[in-house]
């Protein structure tokens, strides 16, 4: 079992950065896939990006794609999102994600993560 706490949240100016910190509790983190979501008000939670195990496998939601990096540490047992060039579109709640799993593989469906955080504000600006 892991549990999530995601950090690093806040207002951002338009065209701003910001980077996610998801720490994870538990002894066995790499041995997990990680993946970050998003929800805004009134609106479903959606894919932003995703690693296996190891950090050498990433992938992306297209809105995301170039301006958005995800980063794992597995000694500090922690996944990261580095976001860049900011958009008011990009105003959400971001939660980060956890599933079991050592075959390399990244997922990028809600139902298939079993261990959430309770998410951090991010706004973007201008």
């Known amino acids: 079992q892991v549990q999530l706490v995601e950090s690093g949240g806040r207002l951002v100016q338009t065209g701003g950065s910001l980077r996610l910190s998801c720490a994870a509790s538990?002894?066995?983190?790499?041995?997990?896939?990680m993946g970050w979501f998003r929800q805004a008000p009134g609106k479903e939670r959606d894919f932003v990006a995703a690693?296996?195990?190891?950090?050498?496998?990433?992938y992306y939601a297209d809105s995301v794609k170039g301006r958005f990096t995800i980063s794992r540490d597995n000694a500090k047992t922690a996944v990261y999102l580095q976001m860049n060039s900011l958009k008011p579109e990009d105003t959400a709640v971001y939660y980060c994600?956890?599933?079991?799993?050592?075959?390399?593989?990244?997922?990028?469906?809600?139902?298939?993560?079993?261990?959430w955080g309770l998410g951090t504000q991010v706004t973007s600006s201008s």
């Open positions: 994600a956890a599933r079991w799993d050592r075959s390399g593989r990244y997922y990028t469906k809600k139902d298939d993560y079993s261990y």
């Open positions: 538990g002894r066995t983190f790499s041995s997990y896939a």
């Open positions: 690693t296996d195990w190891s950090g050498g496998t990433r």
